[in-house]
């Protein structure tokens, strides 16, 4: 039943988003409940794929069927599980929220209340997406997503370029049904060279499904 157009691909999913510890009891997250990256993990399954999924903490079960499941929490942990299997990859699509700071210093003991403010220092996280754009390797199909709540598409061309994706899902996470949360996803798949498919409101599984038509076609073009 269905397509098995993915049998005997390695596909490696990132879905969630990363938790920024700053004590034993506190950290900085994001809204990402992992739903997008969970329907896409499903259906690479189906498909016939083999599935890596690295996942955030998240309130969802992993889907049956995965080659690996790996739960991670800060954006360096993400970074080390993707990069160290991303070499035998076929397939890396990186729908996780990943922080892109985190704080200089994470407290031993968790940090009284005490007298004055706390002040907070954020250093840059590795961008997970640009070294895998980097260490690409032909024949690999690297697709990322983007977050944006204005200038879509003009953000989005530019991020597919500098990160050296295949395409950029670009959603606009200020629109109702849409982004961080949601069962649903409206999307535009936006390729270096500024080309652009916009899809309808759909529920998150079809648009994982039009996402692996995508990836199909340019794994067919790179044989
Ligand atoms: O999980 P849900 O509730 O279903 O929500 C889905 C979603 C909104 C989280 C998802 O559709 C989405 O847009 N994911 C990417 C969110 C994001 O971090 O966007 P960004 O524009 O900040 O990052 C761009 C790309 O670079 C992403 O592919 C991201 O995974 C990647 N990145 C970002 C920062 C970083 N340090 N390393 C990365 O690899």
Redesign the pocket.
């Known amino acids: 039943e269905g397509k098995r157009d993915l049998t005997g691909r390695k596909v490696l999913i990132?879905?969630?988003g990363t938790r920024e510890p700053l004590d034993p009891v506190r950290f900085i997250a994001n809204?990402?409940?992992?739903?997008?990256?969970y329907a896409l993990a499903t259906e690479a399954v189906r498909r016939g794929g083999q599935v890596v999924l690295v996942s955030g903490p998240v309130e969802l079960a992993p889907p049956p069927g995965l080659a690996e499941f790996i739960r991670v929490e800060r954006?360096e942990e993400m970074a080390e599980a993707v990069l160290s299997r991303a070499p035998e990859m076929d397939v890396i699509i990186?729908?996780?929220?990943?922080a892109?700071f985190r704080p200089v210093q994470v407290a031993e003991q968790k940090v009284k209340k005490g007298d004055g403010d706390w002040v907070l220092h954020l250093q840059k996280?590795?961008?997970?997406?640009a070294i895998l754009g980097a260490r690409k390797r032909p024949g690999q199909v690297l697709v990322?997503?983007?977050?944006?709540t204005h200038d879509l598409l003009a953000n989005g061309a530019e991020?597919a370029r500098r990160?050296g994706a295949d395409f950029i899902v670009a959603?606009d996470?200020s629109r109702p049904g849409s982004?961080?949360?949601s069962d649903t996803?409206e999307v535009t798949f936006i390729f270096p060279d500024g080309a652009t498919i916009s899809w309808p409101l759909l529920s998150?599984q079809e648009v994982a499904a039009r996402i692996f038509d995508q990836i199909v076609q340019l794994l067919g073009e790179e044989e």
């Open positions: 990132t879905a969630g809204r990402s409940s992992g739903k997008m990256g954006a990186k729908a996780a929220a990943v892109d996280n590795p961008d997970i997406l990322g997503f983007a977050a944006e991020k990160k959603n996470v982004g961080f949360g996803n998150k």
